[in-house]
């Protein structure tokens, strides 16, 4: 480099100045940008890949893990850096090595060399500013595999449980209760969670409630056919039942869309979905807690990711969803065999897709932005809501310890419940009031 070659030269002042002409201070910001990243990643390998493989003492195949942690790194830093070039040639050598049916950290690394290569394939040339991006639709594959997850992993239904034991506690002795559910259960078919919250109601004494639900969706059709079960169920039940559906995404809501009865005690239910809304300008969040806050809720239910891939910087975000998704892909070996089919489906359409969101893409077509349970704290203060702390950690642990593989961990984080594999969280669930 030009002031390597100055400053080791004989000390010219002429020479110098030069020298340093030679580059725009574009350029010198460009090189210590460059550095500064590369020493960030290189400072982060050993103390990642002692983590991401768990700290053990070596096994038969650590080395070649260790190696690949390195090398899936250094990638990372060549796509933030733009070097297609350095980043092409790594992509090759990596994908000899991450195998779908390999090991945990060979399976996890297989969806982030495939996210990377769709990174580095939308980048643009050194000097443009940030990545070109790419819109993700929701394929019959994806669908598949949340149907698996639901069934095979534990976080949706602990988050199902959660909530509909706090639901049935803020109803009690009430006659008229509403839940409203943005998302719909994930759009998983069957309204999995109402059932079971109508389960409960019909196991208690005395007269049952009227219970209302209103969906929120982006598919109409979708909402009427799990209304229409639901309906059904509840009538096989002999409960006083009505489903309204608002086909809408979650940004356009407005209070009015809700048809609220005076008398009624309201719940809002909100699993895994607010996360879509942390964008860059957080304007878009803020006015859809205000306009819930807006509805006066007994209570609303808050279930989220508890991770931080919400980063400004690329090289961070990758590091922390390495860390993270390395746990999930680790916790799924204690559940299924090495060979089976469905958690390759598992880790490729579902976990792989947050993956590829995550890495792959920016701007508005970067959904997956989940934050840690702090950071929701301090949103959903902003937003006028007081935290309900949740008091039933003794269920929680035993359901966690009836329906789930030992590894699984639960803690209380100042009223909230963490589950975690090994102690690294995973999801966070909270409840929030208005004052």
Same mark, same amino acid.
């Given at each position: 480099?030009?002031?390597? %070659?100055?400053?080791?030269?004989?000390?010219? @002042? $002429?020479?110098?100045?030069?020298?340093?002409?030679?580059?725009?201070?574009?350029?010198?910001?460009?090189?210590?940008?460059?550095?500064?990243?590369?020493?960030?990643?290189?400072?982060?390998? +050993?103390?990642?890949?002692?983590?991401?493989?768990?700290? +053990?003492?070596?096994?038969?195949? $650590? @080395?070649?893990?260790?190696?690949?942690?390195?090398? =899936?790194?250094?990638?990372?830093?060549?796509?933030?850096?733009?070097?297609?070039?350095?980043?092409?040639?790594?992509?090759?050598?990596?994908?000899?090595?991450?195998?779908?049916?390999?090991?945990?950290?060979?399976?996890?690394?297989?969806?982030? *060399?495939?996210?990377?290569?769709?990174?580095?394939?939308?980048?643009?040339?050194?000097?443009?500013?940030?990545?070109?991006?790419?819109?993700?639709?929701?394929?019959?594959?994806?669908?598949?595999?949340?149907? =698996?997850?639901?069934? *095979?992993?534990?976080?949706?239904?602990?988050?199902?449980?959660?909530?509909?034991? $706090?639901?049935?506690?803020?109803?009690?002795?009430?006659?008229?209760?509403?839940?409203?559910?943005?998302?719909?259960?994930?759009?998983?078919?069957? &309204?999995?969670?109402? #059932?079971?919250?109508?389960?409960?109601?019909?196991?208690? /004494? &005395?007269?049952?409630?009227?219970? #209302?639900?209103?969906?929120?969706? %982006? $598919?109409?059709?979708?909402?009427?056919? *799990?209304? %229409?079960?639901?309906?059904?169920?509840?009538?096989?039940? +002999?409960?006083?039942?009505?489903?309204?559906?608002?086909?809408?995404?979650?940004?356009?809501?407005?209070?009015?869309?809700?048809?609220?009865?005076?008398?009624?005690?309201?719940?809002?239910?909100? *699993?895994?979905?607010?996360?879509?809304?942390? /964008?860059?300008?957080?304007?878009?969040?803020?006015?859809?807690?205000?306009?819930?806050?807006?509805?006066?809720?007994?209570?609303?239910?808050?279930?989220?990711?508890?991770?931080?891939?919400? &980063?400004?910087?690329?090289?961070?975000?990758?590091?922390?969803?390495?860390?993270?998704?390395?746990?999930?892909?680790?916790?799924?070996?204690?559940?299924?065999?090495?060979?089976?089919?469905?958690?390759?489906?598992?880790?490729?359409?579902?976990?792989?897709?947050?993956?590829?969101?995550?890495?792959?893409?920016?701007?508005?077509?970067?959904?997956?932005?989940?934050? #840690?349970?702090?950071?929701? #704290?301090?949103?959903?203060?902003?937003?006028?809501?007081?935290?309900?702390?949740?008091?039933?950690?003794?269920?929680?642990?035993?359901?966690?310890?009836?329906?789930?593989?030992?590894?699984?961990?639960?803690?209380?984080?100042?009223?909230?419940?963490?589950?975690?594999? /090994?102690?690294?969280?995973?999801?966070?669930?909270?409840?929030?009031?208005?004052?």
């Amino acid at each position: 480099m030009v002031i390597t %070659n100055v400053m080791s030269g004989s000390g010219s @002042g $002429s020479m110098y100045t030069g020298g340093f002409n030679s580059l725009s201070r574009i350029q010198i910001r460009d090189h210590i940008s460059v550095y500064t990243r590369r020493y960030m990643a290189a400072e982060a390998m +050993e103390e990642a890949a002692s983590t991401l493989l768990g700290g +053990e003492p070596e096994e038969e195949g $650590s @080395g070649d893990e260790m190696k690949l942690v390195q090398k =899936l790194i250094l990638c990372a830093e060549a796509v933030a850096c733009r070097d297609k070039t350095h980043a092409s040639a790594l992509l090759y050598e990596l994908r000899t090595d991450a195998q779908v049916f390999g090991s945990s950290f060979q399976r996890v690394a297989s969806c982030f *060399i495939q996210a990377l290569s769709d990174r580095l394939a939308l980048v643009q040339p050194l000097g443009a500013v940030g990545v070109t991006t790419k819109t993700i639709g929701v394929s019959s594959e994806k669908e598949e595999a949340l149907h =698996l997850v639901y069934d *095979i992993c534990p976080h949706i239904r602990f988050s199902h449980f959660v909530a509909n034991t $706090s639901i049935l506690e803020a109803f009690e002795g009430e006659s008229s209760v509403h839940v409203i559910d943005l998302g719909m259960t994930l759009g998983l078919q069957h &309204g999995y969670q109402w #059932r079971n919250l109508m389960d409960s109601l019909a196991s208690r /004494k &005395g007269r049952l409630p009227r219970l #209302r639900i209103t969906g929120v969706g %982006n $598919s109409g059709e979708r909402l009427e056919a *799990i209304g %229409n079960e639901l309906k059904l169920y509840a009538r096989n039940m +002999e409960l006083e039942f009505e489903f309204l559906a608002v086909e809408s995404n979650l940004e356009n809501l407005n209070a009015e869309d809700f048809s609220l009865i005076d008398g009624e005690v309201l719940v809002i239910n909100s *699993i895994l979905q607010l996360h879509c809304l942390v /964008k860059e300008s957080r304007g878009a969040l803020n006015s859809v807690l205000l306009t819930l806050y807006e509805l006066s809720p007994k209570l609303m239910v808050l279930v989220e990711q508890d991770s931080s891939h919400n &980063g400004p910087f690329f090289l961070g975000r990758f590091m922390e969803a390495l860390h993270n998704y390395s746990a999930i892909f680790d916790s799924l070996d204690a559940m299924l065999p090495k060979y089976d089919t469905r958690r390759a489906k598992v880790e490729q359409f579902y976990f792989g897709e947050e993956i590829k969101n995550i890495v792959s893409c920016e701007g508005p077509a970067r959904v997956e932005r989940h934050e #840690r349970v702090d950071q929701w #704290r301090r949103r959903m203060r902003r937003a006028g809501f007081q935290p309900a702390p949740l008091k039933i950690i003794t269920q929680a642990t035993k359901w966690l310890e009836m329906n789930a593989s030992e590894g699984y961990t639960i803690v209380e984080d100042k009223g909230c419940f963490v589950v975690g594999w /090994k102690s690294k969280p995973i999801i966070a669930a909270s409840c929030w009031k208005c004052c």
